[in-house]
């Protein structure tokens, strides 16, 4: 069966600094994924999204960037954090043929301070 | 441009009452696929249904149905016989490509025992 982990659960950083989160995706090949942002309160808010190795697609401009360096691992970057990256991320896959379904991993709860 | 509406932000009801949670989508394309997710205070988004819009019937998966009405663009989500497990964040979202999805606000509810 599939699993998705994403690390680290909860992070608390400060404004300026750096970020890196990962996704990895156990037990399929050449899935698609995703980084989506919850902001308190809030719906869903998709950032990214990937179809294969070095493909990423941006959905909103902002200072963060992703990257797929291998098949089955999708990272998510900041060079400088701000107050407004506060937030829950989660990382979602879905099959190259039933893209029309993403699964979602268990999130990263991210505190900007 | 999409767009998925959940005018109620939090419900609360007592177990064993029916809840019916109300999704209006709008979008101009003539296909798409209409989806519930279920958040629970642990953060990870649940796969519920996924329904496309050639297939208005109704579905029923144990004490959860789906309402489906192109007529009114809703997608409405009724719990029978609600229980504390209930509990969290459900979410509403349509994609037209598979691979952009919009979520609605998200319907907090609250079933209290």
């Known amino acids: 069966s599939q699993t998705i982990h994403q690390w680290p659960a909860t992070l608390v950083q400060p404004v300026g600094s750096p970020l890196s989160l990962e996704c990895t995706v156990e037990g399929t090949s050449n899935p698609n994924l995703y980084w989506y942002r919850q902001a308190a309160g809030r719906g869903l808010q998709l950032l990214f999204y990937s179809v294969g190795i070095g493909q990423i697609s941006s959905e909103v401009p902002q200072n963060l960037s992703a990257s797929r360096p291998q098949d089955r691992q999708f990272i998510l970057s900041s060079k400088k954090l701000l107050l407004s990256d506060s937030g829950f991320y989660l990382c979602?896959?879905?099959?190259?043929?039933?893209?029309?379904?993403?699964?979602f991993g268990p999130g990263t709860r991210l505190t900007v301070l | 441009a999409q767009k998925v509406t959940q005018a109620q932000t939090e419900i609360s009801v007592v177990e064993k009452e029916d809840v019916t949670l109300d999704c209006v989508y709008e979008?101009?394309?003539?296909?798409?696929?209409l989806f519930w997710y279920k958040q629970p205070p642990s953060g990870e988004l649940v796969f519920l249904i996924r329904?496309?819009?050639?297939?208005?019937q109704n579905e029923i998966s144990g004490r959860y149905s789906w309402n489906f009405q192109k007529s009114t663009s809703s997608f409405n989500f009724t719990i029978t016989a609600s229980q504390v497990v209930d509990s969290a964040v459900y979410f509403c979202?349509?994609?037209?490509?598979?691979?952009?999805?919009?979520f609605g606000p998200g319907t907090r509810l609250s079933v209290l025992p």
């Open positions: 979602a896959w879905s099959v190259l043929e039933r893209t029309d379904t993403q699964y």
């Open positions: 329904r496309n819009s050639f297939d208005e």
């Open positions: 979008t101009r394309d003539t296909t798409y696929y």
């Open positions: 979202a349509l994609s037209v490509d598979g691979q952009n999805f919009v």
